[in-house]
């Protein structure tokens, strides 16, 4: 069984600092891992994936994340935050056999950013 | 670019109506998706089908029935909506069976029901 932990349901950061989400995971098998943003009133939309290639992953807008095994983890960051960043956050985790059911999402980080 | 569309992106009926949800996809990809996204709960996945015809319940099937008979589309139906099924219902879709790709979403249809 898979499962997905993200640790605070809001987190608040000024515009310019350090934006870090937090997510762990379990998972039986290798895993691949995803985050996904969502603005408001609309689908998610992909940041960056981890498909055990490279443990650093890059993403769109400025975001990366690090995948660690040792800790299970797999966190968000990006350097300076923007009012664009707005949002609510999501990760994910795939790869058990039954590739059907194998995509289980977090319950959600929403990021404020303020002026 | 990949699209995927869902009909309608507010929709408001009463108690007891039936309710189609229909999302298109134009990506040829095998595997579709519903979820229902609620406040505190993330997304839970209603069914997913993965060929025409095919389809298997998720997490949370209950009230909730599906209809794939074209490769491009997945229809949510809803016998009779009950205001418990207020919420924001996502389509997607991923290519094939691997545990690498992602999912790609519709744009969301937000149900209220009265």
């Known amino acids: 069984a898979q499962s997905v932990t993200q640790l605070g349901s809001h987190v608040s950061v000024s515009e310019g600092a350090l934006v870090l989400l937090r997510c762990n995971y379990s998972s039986s098998v290798p895993p691949y891992l995803f985050w996904y943003v969502q603005y408001p009133n609309q689908g998610l939309q992909l940041l960056l994936k981890y498909t055990s290639a490279a443990t650093l992953v890059k993403g769109i807008n400025g975001f990366e994340a690090e995948f660690k095994k040792s800790e299970t983890s797999f966190h968000l960051t990006k350097p300076s935050a923007h009012m664009s960043d707005a949002a609510e956050y999501f990760c994910?985790?795939?790869?058990?056999?039954?590739?059907?059911?194998?995509?289980?999402f977090g319950p959600g980080t929403r990021l404020s950013v303020l002026p | 670019d990949v699209k995927v569309t869902q009909s309608s992106r507010y929709l408001v009926k009463r108690t007891g109506e039936k309710v189609f949800l229909e999302c298109v996809q134009d990506m040829d990809h095998e595997n579709m998706f519903w979820y229902r996204q609620d406040p505190g709960l993330g997304l839970r996945l209603i069914y997913f089908s993965y060929d025409v015809k095919m389809k298997e319940k998720g997490d949370i099937p209950e009230g909730y029935s599906v209809s794939r008979e074209k490769k491009e589309r997945f229809s949510l139906i809803l016998e009779s909506a009950s205001t418990n099924q207020t919420s924001m219902y996502l389509c997607?879709?991923?290519?094939?069976?691997?545990?690498?790709?992602?999912?790609?979403f519709g744009e969301g249809s937000r149900l209220t029901v009265l």
């Open positions: 997607a879709t991923r290519i094939g069976a691997a545990n690498t790709g992602e999912l790609f």
């Open positions: 994910a985790v795939s790869g058990s056999a039954n590739y059907g059911q194998n995509f289980v």
